[in-house]
């Protein structure tokens, strides 16, 4: 087989239907006849004694069906969406409360479902939710990140849903204790809006025996065990598709309670029922991110080594369990807690508070992130209260290269790692020489400019198992069946073309085949930048398999023993054959060996990959206004093995612009009663092309060695990079004018506010 690596970057074959107007989403694939499905949602953020007249809204024209939290109990529908509950090294676990499909008697959040209004047209569904009367009484809403206040559950005391441990607290106070210096620093990570391209949407389809439902999320699996068994259905009996999807960052990997209200408006009608979220209802009704505060306590020796690292951290739940967000700022935050450096002892303690907003769960980077932002920030703080560079600081700290396999105090191993390397590469690139004189240059134009760095490290999420399937069809082509989803990150292209170059098939014969359930038994989907490395090491595992199943094949056909399969083609000593896969394949066709025609392989990671990098960027700041500019932007990144080269970096630079959004511009907002003050694009900022500068991406790679093809992840690189890089640059500008600390995110309004109170 070709070694791995001959590849070179082609062109992404998705980008023609995509640039054309010809991809397919959930919207473009309503069949005729399809009902259109609208929600009504809850108006208030808390309230108690709900009721629904809806007498009025189910006599209107074209209103097919009107649907009630009592309609779904009276069918057998199960009432409690599936979420994960997070568990501590003591054995604690949050608290498991319910999740209705539609509320019933109790609201929690503006934008809840209330109930699902199925019509000939949207606009008919749509006059129909307003006819619905909604009674309920308002109650105050607890939005306070803090314990107590107006109960979100009954079960959840205080409305303490996770009270979260990991580490050592007896050593890090030991090491406290005996610490030269110490550094403290609290963290706010502002709440954002996931705002994909495509909003959330699906299509439920009941036939009378079996169920379909297409929607665009990031795994199909997940879904389609759910609906059975929340609709009291065998598993057989659901299909799942995803089609095109645009855009999902982690916001779409979760189950929501449309899926569920959808699949069964189609079993009671027998018709397809299809609901296609808009923006605004999408701002109150997709998941949140982020919305926490930490606070990171570092302990040094008289050398300026980490002796110990403590956070304490509470974040935003929101009213429900979403299905990953216990496990967001506790578990997954704790994969990097102690970042790149070799720290003894670290204790993480998290509270996960409920309140009366949208629920939080994963976005680009789920809890990495947070931590290492927090990290990184306390990091340049530490720096500066010590009286040295920021490189250096992180030089002293850094976790060796002869220290791996490394295990970190969060338990976690790493499997290799070169950061002084990638750090050193960054520093020359960057011209950090040569920085004082831009500032200058910067100052003698009236304006702040400032150096920011963040060293980061990202833990590869998601199942580490994963299969792959290759089919010979009769007209020569080839498919590639694949567990993971794609949500435009380009895997048709990576996928085809690696298959392409172990096996010498032509990249434009080669279809790969995902987002079906029926067609594909298992997958782990798309999430925690696994895709591209799990399902390539399936994949190679598969054609391993196959070609050693045509060599045998071929050896029974007459050819002499070692039938070997070099550059493509399959030789034997002595003979002067030669076969290609796809001969071999119709040569075995021909025999009557339609075995040989399709080849499957589970394949299980022996570890995970921690991506790495160097981030630096330098920012402007214009003192009379307060507004910031990022002047110049450069990621060194540790990816290891680049599968292909241009769609890394695009992964990197989109994860860098996502980490500016919320580093400057994004910021979701209640008020004291709990309705969203951002729910449209008026009001909730989004980073536009003339925001960024052009981003610099550099690969610096240490090949994995977790996986046989030297892999790491790539798709949330930027983003965990780029937070701490953009506010330590900001800090670095402001402090001249005493400035001595700033939160997320950096607006103009803020920086200053920030200003003047420091001149005062």
Same mark, same amino acid.
Request: glycine share 10%; proline share 4%; with cysteine.
């Given at each position: ?68 939290? !009592? /309609? ?7 009432? !409690? $969406? ?7 090294? #003591? ?17 929690? *959040? ?26 309920? +009484? ?51 990570? %502002? ?24 929607? %665009? ?5 997940? $879904? ?8 009291? $259905? ?7 598709? @995803?089609?095109?999807? !645009? ?11 449309? *899926? ?26 997709? =998941? ?27 974040? =935003? ?9 216990? %496990? ?21 303690? &998290? ?28 990091? +340049? ?30 338990? &976690? @191993? ?10 050193? #590469? ?24 400032? $150096? ?16 792959? @399937? ?16 794609? %949500?435009?990150? !380009? *895997? ?23 987002? /079906? ?49 070099? /550059? ?35 394949? #299980? ?6 991506? =790495? ?11 009379? @206004? ?61 980073? #536009? ?16 060695? =977790? ?31 005493? &400035? ?21």
């Amino acid at each position: 087989m070709r070694a791995f690596g001959q590849s070179q970057g082609v062109k992404r074959r998705e980008d023609l239907r995509f640039l054309t107007g010809s991809g397919r989403y959930v919207a473009d694939t309503l069949p005729p006849g399809c009902l259109h499905a609208v929600f009504l949602r809850a108006p208030v953020a808390h309230a108690t004694g709900l009721t629904l007249d809806v007498a009025a809204a189910r006599a209107m024209s074209g209103v097919a069906l009107v649907l009630t939290a !009592g /309609d779904l109990r009276a069918a057998g529908v199960t009432q !409690g $969406l599936w979420a994960v509950t997070a568990r501590d090294q #003591r054995g604690q676990r949050g608290v498991a409360t319910r999740r209705p499909v539609l509320a019933e008697d109790r609201v929690r *959040h503006v934008g809840e479902p209330l109930a699902l209004i199925a019509a000939e047209t949207r606009d008919q569904a749509l006059d129909a939710a307003e006819a619905i009367g909604v009674a309920y +009484d308002e109650a105050p809403a607890h939005l306070e990140l803090a314990p107590g206040g107006p109960p979100v559950h009954p079960e959840a005391a205080d409305n303490l849903a996770v009270d979260w441990l990991l580490g050592d607290p007896e050593a890090v106070e030991t090491a406290f204790a005996r610490a030269a210096h110490v550094t403290r620093l609290t963290v706010r990570q %502002n709440r954002v809006a996931v705002a994909s391209l495509e909003a959330r949407a699906c299509l439920a389809d009941w036939d009378g025996q079996r169920l379909h439902v297409a929607f %665009n999320g990031q795994g199909v699996w997940t $879904l389609k065990r759910e609906l059975a068994r929340m609709l009291g $259905l065998s598993e057989d009996a659901v299909q799942v598709t @995803t089609p095109d999807v !645009g855009g999902g960052f982690g916001m779409k990997s979760m189950i929501y309670p449309e *899926h569920f209200a959808v699949a069964q408006a189609s079993r009671v009608l027998g018709r397809p029922v299809a609901w296609i979220s808009d923006r605004a209802e999408a701002m109150v009704s997709d =998941n949140g991110a982020r919305d926490l505060d930490s606070l990171a306590e570092l302990a040094f020796d008289a050398d300026h080594r980490v002796l110990a690292y403590r956070v304490t951290t509470r974040s =935003n739940l929101g009213a429900y369990n979403s299905q990953f967000g216990q %496990n967001i700022q506790s578990e997954l935050f704790s994969k990097v807690l102690t970042g790149v450096y070799d720290i003894p002892c670290a204790e993480l303690r &998290v509270q996960g508070i409920y309140t009366h907003t949208t629920p939080v769960d994963a976005y680009r980077g789920a809890g990495r992130p947070e931590a290492i932002t927090l990290l990184e920030r306390a990091m +340049d703080t530490a720096a500066r209260e010590l009286g040295l560079s920021p490189f250096d600081l992180r030089r002293r700290n850094f976790i060796a290269p002869d220290s791996f396999p490394y295990t970190t105090p969060s338990r &976690v @191993t790493y499997d290799v790692g070169d950061f002084a390397r990638v750090l050193a #590469r960054a520093e020359g690139l960057g011209d950090v020489a040569g920085f004082e004189q831009r500032r200058r240059a910067s100052e003698s134009s009236g304006m702040l400019r400032g $150096l920011g760095l963040c060293y980061y490290i990202e833990s590869i999420l998601g199942d580490d198992t994963e299969g792959a @399937t290759i089919e010979f069809t009769e007209t020569g082509d080839v498919r590639l069946y694949v567990g993971t989803q794609s %949500n435009g990150q !380009g *895997h048709e292209t990576v996928y085809a073309q690696y298959l392409a170059d172990l096996t010498g098939l032509s990249f434009d014969r080669i279809e790969v085949v995902q987002g /079906d359930s029926d067609r594909i038994a298992t997958g782990g989907g798309t999430g925690g930048s696994r895709s591209v490395t799990v399902q390539s090491v399936a994949t190679l595992g598969t054609v391993e398999q196959m070609v050693a199943a045509f060599a045998a094949f071929l050896e029974t056909e007459g050819e002499a023993a070692p039938v070997t399969f070099e /550059d493509g083609i399959f030789s034997a000593p002595g003979s002067n054959r030669r076969l290609t896969l796809l001969e071999a394949a119709d040569l075995a066709r021909a025999q009557g060996r339609t075995d040989l025609l399709r080849h499957e392989k589970r394949t #299980r990671l022996p570890g995970r990959s921690f991506p =790495n990098g160097a981030h630096l960027c330098e920012v402007e700041v214009d003192p009379e @206004t307060g507004a910031l500019r990022l002047d110049r932007y450069l990621a060194v990144d540790d990816l290891g093995t680049l599968m292909h080269p241009q769609l890394a970096e695009g992964q990197v630079h989109g994860g860098v612009v996502q980490g500016f959004g919320q580093a400057v511009v994004e910021d979701a907002r209640f008020d004291a009663d709990g309705q969203l003050l951002t729910g449209s694009f008026m009001d909730y900022a989004m980073p #536009r092309a003339a925001d960024l500068p052009m981003i610099r991406f550099v690969s610096e790679p240490t090949p994995s060695r =977790n996986n046989p093809i030297g892999m790491k992840g790539c798709g949330e690189a930027g983003t965990v990079g780029a937070l701490a890089a953009i506010g330590n640059a900001a800090l670095d500008a402001l402090w001249s004018r005493g &400035v001595r600390h700033v939160d997320m995110p950096l607006t103009p309004q803020r920086i200053w506010g920030w200003l003047q109170d420091a001149r005062r």
